[in-house]
């Protein structure tokens, strides 16, 4: 196991740690939790960078280091949906995209000729947009602001959408199902 593979291993532990947090009767639960959330943040782009700096990409960690941001980052919107933090909408619109995706990208690995269809800098922006809006609202500042980042990162993950949508129908066109 490298160095970003490792990091990656370490964000699927840190989301059973966020959520234990969050739910804890312990004082400032919500604002320890999220730092839980930063600690994540900081490793995915620890790991991206030390992996493309040191040619260190390996196919485990482009199938897993998304499935780590995605599985972390639905944590969250759950959690915050939960405590009534976030409107459920954007959790069924977020979550509707991510199960798409992954069955989209069982499809192509299973029926095509094993390809993995990597982040593009949408979903990045899009990760990105969303961890400034949960601090933004872990950190109590402006409900109008912070409900103006949730819609912002909300349209740049549809918009990721369809740059992934986009992409798969280019790969699909290449598959040939009766293998």
């Known amino acids: 196991m490298n160095i970003p593979n490792f990091l990656t291993t370490i964000r699927f532990i840190l989301i059973p740690i966020f959520i234990a947090i ?5 004082k400032n639960n919500i604002v320890i939790a999220t730092y839980i959330f930063i600690l994540a943040g900081i490793t995915d782009v620890l790991d991206g960078y030390i992996a493309r700096k040191y040619d260190m990409i390996t196919k485990f960690g482009t199938v897993l280091d998304p499935l780590a941001d995605k599985l972390m980052l639905i944590t969250v919107l759950i959690c915050f949906t939960d405590a009534n933090f976030l409107p459920i909408w954007v959790i069924l619109v977020v979550g509707l995209k991510e199960i798409t995706m992954i069955l989209g990208g069982i499809f192509l690995y299973y029926c095509g000729d094993k390809t ?18 949960i601090l933004s609202i872990a950190f109590h500042l402006n409900k109008i602001f912070s409900y103006a980042l949730i819609i912002l990162a909300v349209i740049i993950t549809i918009i990721a959408f369809i740059n992934y949508v986009i992409g798969f129908n280019t790969k699909n066109k290449n598959i040939n199902i009766d293998k």
């Open 116 to 133: 993995v269809i990597p982040a593009n800098k949408y979903g990045k922006v899009a990760t990105v947009s969303f961890y400034i809006a």
């Open 22 to 26: 969050f739910y804890s009767p312990m």
